[in-house]
C-alpha cells in the first residue's frame, strides 16, 4: 500500500511570513500533484510535478518534486489571508493506474 | 461549462436508513471517483470507474456500501443500512485518463455532507 506523510498537520503563521509543507512517502511515484481545499468545498489542482527533481512556480507558491520521486514540498513566501486552507498532497502512477493516495492534509491558517 | 455536480449537498438520515448520494461527473470525463472526508482518516478513496467499469473497490468499506455507473454522466453511491460511523463528507471527483500510469486532474463536486444519528 502506498502511503503519503505530510507534515505539519496544522500550521498557523502571520501575513508575510514564509512556510513549507512537505510530503513523505517510501514509495516511488509517477507523478505528485498538489491540491488546496477551502471550507464546504472540494479541493482543487494547484500543480502537477511528474519529473524528478522538478520545480514548478504558481506566484507565490514553490512546488518541488524530489529526485527520487518519493517526496515534495510546497513552499509559500509571503503568506497572505487568502492562503488559508487545507493543502493536500496526492501520488499517482505505479501499480495504482488512474488512482491516487493522498495524504492527510495540512491545515494553513494565515493571521492577517 | 458546469463541473462535477453532486446531491444532496447536506443528508440528515437515522441509523439503519438508506442512503444514496448522486453524482453527475464533468462531460467527456471517462473516470469516476467516490471519496469520503473525515477530520480522523483524511481523504479516502472508496471506488473508481473508468469507461462507467469499476476498477477498483477495495475502499468500499463494507457490503453496506455499493456504486453504481449506469452511464457516462451518472453515478450512484447507496449505503444500507447507514450507521452512525458512516457521518462524512463524501465526494466525487471525475478525470479525464489520458495514458496508462499517467494520472489526470481530479475535478471533485462539492460534496455531500452525511450525519447519520
Known amino acids: 500500500t502506498q502511503l503519503l506523510e505530510q507534515s505539519p498537520q496544522f500550521l498557523s503563521i502571520q501575513e508575510g511570513e514564509n512556510l513549507t509543507v512537505y510530503c513523505n512517502s517510501s514509495?516511488?511515484?509517477?507523478?505528485l500533484q498538489w491540491y488546496r481545499q477551502e471550507p464546504g468545498e472540494g479541493p482543487v489542482l494547484l500543480v502537477t510535478?511528474?519529473?524528478?527533481?522538478e520545480v514548478k512556480k504558481l506566484k507565490r507558491l514553490t512546488f518541488q518534486f524530489g529526485d527520487a520521486r518519493k517526496d515534495s514540498s510546497l513552499h509559500i513566501t509571503a503568506a497572505q489571508p487568502g492562503d488559508t486552507g487545507l493543502y493536500l498532497c496526492?501520488?499517482?502512477?505505479?501499480?495504482?493506474?488512474?488512482?491516487?493516495?493522498f495524504g492527510q492534509g495540512t491545515i494553513l491558517t494565515v493571521h492577517p | 461549462d458546469a463541473g462535477v455536480i453532486q446531491s444532496p449537498r447536506h443528508e440528515v438520515t437515522e441509523m439503519g436508513q438508506e442512503v444514496t448520494l448522486r453524482c453527475k461527473p464533468i462531460?467527456?470525463?471517462?473516470?469516476l471517483f467516490w471519496y469520503r472526508q473525515t477530520m480522523m482518516r483524511g481523504l479516502e478513496l472508496l471506488i473508481y470507474?473508468?469507461?462507467?467499469?469499476?476498477?477498483?473497490d477495495s475502499g468500499m468499506p463494507e457490503d453496506r456500501f455499493s456504486a453504481k455507473m449506469p452511464n457516462a454522466s451518472f453515478s450512484t453511491l447507496k449505503i444500507q443500512p447507514s450507521e452512525p460511523r458512516d457521518s462524512a463528507v463524501y465526494f466525487c471527483?471525475?478525470?479525464?485518463?489520458?495514458?496508462?500510469?499517467?494520472?489526470?486532474?481530479?475535478?471533485f463536486g462539492e460534496g455531500s455532507r452525511l450525519t447519520v444519528l
Open positions: 471527483a471525475s478525470s479525464s485518463i489520458r495514458a496508462w500510469d499517467a494520472t489526470g486532474e481530479l475535478f
Open positions: 514509495s516511488v511515484f509517477s507523478s
Open positions: 510535478v511528474v519529473t524528478g527533481g
Open positions: 496526492a501520488g499517482g502512477g505505479g501499480t495504482s493506474y488512474g488512482k491516487l493516495t
Open positions: 462531460s467527456g470525463h471517462n473516470s
Open positions: 470507474f473508468n469507461n462507467n467499469v469499476p476498477i477498483d
